[in-house]
């Protein structure tokens, strides 16, 4: 057993590092503010190669997983949750996905373009009516000549405005099994019929675009279908097995932007003639988020080393992200309170981690259904 990160895993923690301080750190509480994309950002994000990172290198990618994808996306949501979501669903729920489901024609038309960031990806699975029970969709895909139909409509996409390609699930057979009746299909954004609806007005991760998607009669070419037709939640459960991977990984990124930021906070703060961190009340909780950072990023780079190897680890990603989650909501809620009143300002950076772990229990799976995946497999 070996616990180092090998040299190109360093090399990646190091250029993310890099990365994240120089472009992320001094525009994110603006980007926040503003609840603007941060379009330049994710374009040096691609400049840099991180948007490939997990596409094969015969598609122009860097060919690397779920290890190195999780190490690169701790290093970017230190700095901003925001970019943070905006590669890990590029690269796990869109890039991922195809590389692993598509056919051999949309791995050549889409992949070279997702690598290089010419194209976003975005993942539509949910719906108005079906948030946790995303097997209860009502989005049609009928069968045409040549192709498809697909009608639907997806809520809260994170890029939605942005992404030039889209994962869509729909319901092929209406009579057929549930959960067993579901397409995966590519749709482009430039496709007809395919529409951006409401923004979302977010709490947190303000700077991530998060909207409607409506679809309205969209011819999809048969290529574009992965999988055999049916298999589509299975497709979307497996590509979330990933997904969980990099959520738990923004986790970690928030976890510790909470503790770096207490440990400077608690060592200028004096009260009583000593500075804060001198009282135990204060260095115990250091302490209980330093040590659970380290635990859940070993539960996220178990997780991250079994799917790697293609070994079943749908119970290990879900517990990686369950822990996360929880973790850094923990960690941020102490952060405030460290802080004090300065803590409820936006004079320090505590106050957006606060909102932003919020949302590391909602999406790709809320904590309650991350237990329920957990159970089934005791
Ligand atoms: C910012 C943001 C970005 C998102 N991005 C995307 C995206 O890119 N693509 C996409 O497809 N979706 C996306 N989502 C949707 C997200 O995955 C869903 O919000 C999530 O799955 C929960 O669904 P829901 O909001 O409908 O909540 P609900 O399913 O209505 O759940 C409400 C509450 O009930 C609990 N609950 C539900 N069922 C059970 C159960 N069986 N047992 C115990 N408790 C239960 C839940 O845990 C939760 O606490 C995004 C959401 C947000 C907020």
Not at 93 to 117: D, F, H, Q
Not at 123 to 150: F, H, N, Q
Not at 178 to 197: D, Q, Y
Not at 234 to 248: M, P, V
Request: with cysteine; net charge negative; proline share 3%.
């Amino acid at each position: 057993m070996d616990f180092t990160l090998n040299e190109e895993m360093e090399m990646i923690r190091d250029s993310a590092r890099e990365y994240a301080e120089r472009v992320l750190k001094p525009h994110a509480a603006a980007i926040d503010a503003a609840e603007e994309f941060p379009t330049e950002a994710v374009k040096e994000a691609a400049e840099a190669g991180f948007l490939g990172l997990t596409v094969p290198e015969e598609y122009g990618g860097a060919g690397l997983g779920n290890m190195h994808s999780a190490i690169l996306l701790e290093e970017v949501n230190r700095w901003d949750p925001s970019v943070g979501v905006t590669i890990s669903v590029h690269m796990s729920l869109a890039c991922s996905c195809i590389n692993k489901w598509g056919t051999e024609e949309v791995k050549e038309k889409y992949l070279p373009k997702l690598a290089t960031g010419e194209l976003i990806g975005a993942y539509c699975l949910t719906e108005p009516g079906a948030g946790s029970d995303a097997g209860s969709m009502k989005a049609r895909a009928v069968k045409v000549d040549g192709g498809w139909k697909i009608t639907g409509t997806k809520s809260w996409i994170t890029t939605g405005p942005e992404a030039g390609l889209y994962v869509v699930y729909a319901v092929t057979d209406p009579d057929g099994r549930r959960g067993g009746n579901i397409g995966a299909f590519l749709i482009e954004r430039s496709m007809e019929g395919v529409m951006v609806g409401k923004k979302e007005e977010k709490l947190g991760l303000r700077g991530s675009s998060t909207t409607e998607m409506i679809f309205e009669d969209v011819f999809v070419p048969e290529e574009n279908l992965m999988g055999d037709g049916v298999n589509g939640f299975k497709i979307a459960l497996d590509t979330l097995d990933g997904g969980r991977i990099g959520i738990a990984a923004q986790a970690l990124g928030i976890h510790r932007a909470c503790l770096e930021e207490s440990v400077k906070y608690s060592k200028e703060r004096e009260q009583f003639g000593k500075p804060i961190g001198a009282f135990q009340g204060v260095a115990w909780k250091l302490a209980d988020m330093a040590t659970s950072l380290e635990a859940n990023r070993m539960l996220v780079h178990k997780a991250a080393w079994l799917r790697d190897r293609g070994q079943p680890c749908t119970k290990e990603c879900s517990m990686a992200k369950l822990a996360a989650s929880r973790g850094c909501n923990v960690a941020a809620q102490d952060a405030v309170q460290i802080h004090g009143g300065a803590g409820y300002t936006k004079e320090f950076p505590v106050e957006r981690h606060y909102r932003d772990a919020r949302i590391t229990e909602i999406y790709e799976g809320a904590t309650d259904i991350q237990r329920l995946v957990i159970s089934r497999h005791l």
